[in-house]
């Protein structure tokens, strides 16, 4: 089974913080995605990353950033942590040639 | 511009029933269909999927159907179990490359009532 796994399930920042979210997949895809998920927003896509250094814009990326340095691992980063990005955050990988993303079990981020 | 409308935002069902949810696309070059389940706390989970080639994907009490004209498909749970009460997303896609990304509905949450 794919296992995607994320650094921490609940997280509170202050607001200006820097702020490092982690995810790891243990199924050797080449893509990851980053998500966050609102209440009548349904998932919207943050960024995404089809290779090791790699990187693309999603729908909504003003105020993140992202970082792959190694296949497994997948960071978002807030430089400035801000109220609006309270949210939770949804990690997933999927293979190449596949249509199939796998979900991690979120991170519900509060930023007071 | 929301590319993939899901309806209702929510529903109830009673234990037995068929609950069923509706979601519509924009995009023709979508080629895939998936549906995730979350529960609360959680993450999404994958479903069931269908490809545009059929008009019907049934996977134990869960169904999909597909109508490519109208560009809308739905998803059919017979004998719904208060089990399945979650949030349920539909999304599309285009391409299995690297760069293909989910497009998702809003959601439904579902209740089933006993």
């Known amino acids: 089974d794919v296992k995607v796994t994320q650094s921490s399930r609940y997280l509170v920042k202050r607001t200006g913080e820097k702020v490092f979210l982690e995810c790891v997949q243990d199924?050797?895809?080449?893509?990851m995605f980053w998500y966050r998920q609102d209440p009548g927003l349904g998932l919207r896509l943050i960024y995404f990353?089809?290779?090791?250094?790699?990187?693309e814009k999603g729908d909504i990326p003003e105020g993140y950033s992202v970082s792959r340095e190694k296949k497994e691992r997948f960071s978002l980063i807030l430089e400035s942590a801000s109220t609006n990005q309270t949210s939770m955050y949804l990690c997933?990988?999927?293979?190449?040639?596949?249509?199939?993303?796998?979900f991690g079990p979120g991170t519900r981020l509060t930023v007071t | 511009q929301q590319q993939v409308k899901q309806s209702p935002q929510s529903l109830i069902v009673q234990k037995g029933g068929i609950s069923i949810i509706n979601c519509a696309y924009e995009?023709?070059?979508?080629?895939?269909f998936p549906w995730y389940q979350q529960f609360p706390g959680k993450g999404p989970a994958l479903l069931i999927a269908?490809?545009?080639?059929?008009s019907e994907k049934k996977e134990g009490r869960f169904t999909i159907s597909f109508n490519k004209s109208a560009k809308q498909f739905s998803l059919h749970i017979m004998d719904s179990q208060p089990g399945d009460s979650a949030t349920y997303f539909c999304?599309?896609?285009?391409?299995?490359?690297?760069?293909?990304?989910?497009?998702f509905g809003t959601g439904t949450q579902l209740k089933v009532e006993l």
């Open positions: 999304a599309a896609s285009k391409g299995t490359g690297g760069g293909n990304k989910l497009t």
């Open positions: 269908i490809r545009p080639d059929v």
């Open positions: 199924m050797d895809h080449e893509n």
């Open positions: 995009n023709t070059a979508f080629d895939y």
């Open positions: 990353s089809y290779d090791v250094k790699m990187k």
């Open positions: 997933a990988s999927k293979a190449s040639g596949r249509y199939e993303q796998y």
